[in-house]
Structure formats: structure tokens, C-alpha cells
């Protein structure tokens, strides 16, 4: 079982719809990132997180450390947002080295 | 706006030739580099960990003869491919962990693809 678990891993949606991305983790953890990577490879960090949620924008983000879980929450989708999303966590045995979900790859209709 | 950069974005180069890539904080110390790679439809692969001033920690399989990593600033780290060759075709990205505005805080650079012909 991977320490970092993402789910789904493909998720195609219509244009408006609520979009909900979800990351379970087994490991202690200092923090969690939320990242967005494009075709071509760019990479955004959105959120990092060690409780509660950070709003920006149309995104959102949770955590519950207790469950050990993590949402990301995509309102008002839009064909830009087309792009995979990926959950990383700062595991606390580590020095701060990252354990990486596998990506939620998105993709947002017209 | 970016709080860490990378430069170049992208890169083609001939076989055989190095390549340096840069890796700078711009608005906070970072006391820790992080180097990873991604190929093609992959997640990313932690290659080395700097700390300010040491030498890099190189993960199990990365030759630290080829991918040499200098973190001599706080705010700047560069990975060199060296003698690179198709096979080191990649997606390189850092990520720069400090303190900024007084928390402790991680910020991952664009990235930089790199083809080597």
C-alpha cells in the first residue's frame, strides 16, 4: 500500500461541475501540498496545509489530521483547470523529503 | 508571484555536452534544496537533498558523479548534468524549503525539461 494515496486518478467533469479531489496518507506528516502540473510540465504550487483549509480563489483545501485525509475542492470548474493534480506530503521521519500521491488527472469539459 | 525560480525553463542540448540549472528562493532563506526528476506519465523522483553549505544526500541510484548539486548560498542551488545523454531527458524540478514571513514553509520551483539530442 503506497504511503500516499490519491483518489481518483482520472476525473473528466462538465464545465461548472464541483470538483472534489481526494488524498489519504499513512505516515506522520509536518505538512501537505496540493500542486498542479500542466501538459507540458509546469508545476503550481496551490496549498500547503498542516490544519484546517486555505481558500484562493475558486480552490479549496482540507485537512483533517486526525483521519489523515486531505480534499481538494475545485468550485465553478472551467476548462483551464484541466490539469493533474497532485498530493504530497512532508513526511515528519524525513527530513522534510516529500512522499508523492500518483496525480488525479483532471480534465473539464466545455 | 514565484517564490522560487528556476532557470533555464527549458533546455535541448547535444550528447555529451553539461548542462547547469538554476534554482533560486527569491524572498526567503532556504536552508534546504530539493532536486527531483519526472519522466513521461511519472510521478516525481527525489534525487538529492542539500543543505546550505554540505555536501548533497543523494537518493539510492543517482550518481552524484553526474548530477552534481552545489547549494553555496541560501537562496541559490544548481543542478549540473554532466556528459548528459538522451537517456537523462527529463523533467528536473526543485523545491526550496525555509522560513518565510516566520513560518516554515516549502515552495517547489516551475521546473526546467531537458532534451538531450
Known amino acids: 500500500k503506497n504511503e500516499v494515496e490519491q483518489s481518483p486518478q482520472n476525473l473528466t467533469a462538465q464545465e461548472g461541475e464541483f470538483i472534489t479531489i481526494n488524498c489519504s496518507y499513512s505516515?506522520?506528516?509536518?505538512?501537505l501540498h496540493w500542486l498542479q502540473q500542466h501538459p507540458g510540465g509546469g508545476i503550481v504550487s496551490l496549498f500547503m496545509?498542516?490544519?484546517?483549509?486555505k481558500k484562493h480563489g475558486r480552490l479549496i483545501a482540507t485537512i483533517n489530521i486526525q483521519e489523515k485525509h486531505s480534499s481538494l475542492h475545485i468550485t465553478a470548474s472551467h476548462p483551464r483547470d484541466s490539469a493533474v493534480y497532485i498530493c504530497a506530503v512532508s513526511s515528519m521521519d524525513s527530513n522534510y523529503q516529500l512522499i508523492w500521491g500518483a496525480g488525479t488527472k483532471l480534465i473539464i469539459k466545455p | 508571484g514565484a517564490v522560487v525560480s528556476q532557470h533555464p525553463s527549458w533546455v535541448i542540448c547535444k550528447s555529451g555536452t553539461s548542462v547547469k540549472i538554476e534554482c533560486r528562493s527569491l524572498d526567503f532563506q532556504a536552508t534546504t534544496m530539493f532536486w527531483y526528476r519526472q519522466f513521461p506519465k511519472q510521478s516525481l523522483m527525489l534525487m538529492a537533498t542539500?543543505?546550505?553549505?554540505?555536501?548533497?544526500?543523494?537518493e539510492q541510484g543517482v550518481e552524484k558523479d553526474k548530477f552534481l548539486i552545489n547549494h553555496a548560498s541560501l537562496t541559490l542551488s544548481t543542478l549540473t548534468v554532466t556528459s548528459a545523454h538522451p537517456e537523462d531527458s527529463s523533467f528536473y524540478i526543485c523545491?526550496?524549503?525555509?522560513?518565510?514571513?516566520?513560518?516554515?514553509?516549502?515552495?517547489f520551483g516551475p521546473g526546467t525539461r531537458l532534451t538531450v539530442l
Open positions: 523545491s526550496a524549503r525555509g522560513q518565510r514571513g516566520g513560518w516554515d514553509t516549502q515552495y
Open positions: 505516515v506522520g506528516i509536518s505538512a
Open positions: 542539500s543543505n546550505e553549505g554540505s555536501k548533497a544526500t543523494y
Open positions: 496545509l498542516s490544519s484546517g483549509k
